[in-house]
Nanobody
């Protein structure tokens, strides 16, 4: 069974930093892309950042220059380094994987989410 497990969320003051991690487990051969989404209360889930297997990354305009996504292809692990955090970054952050399984099937998975709260 494939799982994506996030860690690294928490409470941080404005201007601070957090690093989110997403580890995968299960019979995964490789990943087409992995990314981070977030959902604030009463708002729709939105893409924060995504990265392809080749390392090409894209970011939401609201986080460009502050957040950096990176990955380890061998471990199918992805990180999100978040700097200069703002109160409006407060949300539940979800890891997403577009994965190629060992069976040859292509599937998309979500992690359970990790809370990030930016507040003084």
């Amino acid at each position: 069974q494939v799982q994506l497990v996030e860690s690294g969320g928490g409470l941080v003051q404005p201007g601070g930093s957090l690093r989110l991690s997403c580890a995968t487990s299960g019979s995964i051969f490789s990943s087409y892309s992995m990314g981070w989404y977030r959902q604030a209360p009463e708002k729709q889930r939105e893409l924060v950042a995504a990265i392809t297997g080749g390392g090409s990354a894209n970011y939401a305009d609201s986080v460009k220059g502050r957040f950096t996504i990176s990955r380890d292809n061998a471990k199918n692990t992805v990180w999100l380094q978040m700097n200069s955090l703002k109160p409006e970054d407060t949300a539940v952050y979800y890891c997403h994987g577009d994965l190629l399984l060992a069976s040859g099937a292509r599937r998309r998975y979500w992690g359970q989410g990790t809370q990030v709260t930016v507040s003084s």
